[in-house]
């Protein structure tokens, strides 16, 4: 079996290139390469294949390669393009991929799963009251990934600093911006991978240096503090993964997806946001250019996984998916 590693440039920064085009390193090459070692070592012949602004010819070159199944894809148009053309894929479909952060967390909280207390802001002029929100108030783009745009001063505990903050997202990003209640607590993120019987991986906790949220350059530098598996009694981090598994299975995730949550003071897991295309990147083969090192990758490695075991169970719930052979 063949399979293809779409990869697109810039894919992991295009937002925050947005705001600080001089500071953003693209590192979309390095991870797909990785990915690429990855399924050889995992025993499947493989393929990198780029994104080209026309589709026909990324089409073209997908038929030429004979590709059974592509991985890697990273945005809501690369998904639609392989639906079309009716090529399997590796991970969650349009109905996932086409939502925003908003109406995750409304299919979260309908079915009685906890979510922090959300309105939503198209611009700076007409933010909607804050009055029945808890402060301090966490202000982020909808439809974000990579920590792009944030900073300390997404933290809200005066509603005047609000237009500011909105302001940066709404016109610089060009993103309606989410204004949350700001749960205090740990930043506990769940690896998931599998379809019909799907797999909690070791939990992680991200802690800061000397900041106090996960920033761009906080996270995009691994500046982060990982715990992994996070130290929690056993009864919450049972908690924490029913919570996650059934996110997982009623906003229909497939494969692998990583769920952000924040566990609050007294133990409760907040649904923050769901990542479809979460990375995956482990610790580099001697040799190799290093690459960022993704918070699945943390959480395979202490799984006891090699990145070739990791990235080939993650390929197999696709192809039993597909019922490919």
Partial sequence: MKIGVLWRKFRNVEFQRKLTPDKVY????????????AIKEAG??????????????????????KVDLIFNTSSMKEVAFLEVFNIPYVGSGLDVVATDKRMRKDIVASHGLPTPKYVIAENPQEIPSVDHLKFPLFVKPISGRGSAGIDEENIIYDKDKLPQVVSKITEKIGQAALIEEFIEGKEVTVGIIGYKHPQVLPLLEVGYNNVKTNTYEHKMFDNEIIKCPIEVPKEVE????????????????????????????????????????AGLTMSS??????VHHGYMGYMAKAAGLTRGEFIGKIIESAIERYKLK
């Fill in 26 to 37: 693209d590192d979309a090459y390095d991870e797909a390469y990785h990915h690429y070692m």
């Fill in 44 to 65: 499947f012949d493989s393929v990198l294949i780029e994104w080209k602004e026309d589709p026909l010819e990324t089409y073209e070159t997908i038929k030429k390669e």
């Fill in 238 to 277: 049972e908690k924490i993964k029913e919570t996650a598994l059934n996110i997982y299975k009623v906003l229909n995730a497939k494969d692998f997806v990583r769920i952000d949550m924040i566990l609050s003071k007294d133990n409760v897991p907040y649904f923050l946001e769901l990542n479809t295309f």
């Fill in 285 to 290: 083969s001697k040799g190799e250019k290093h």
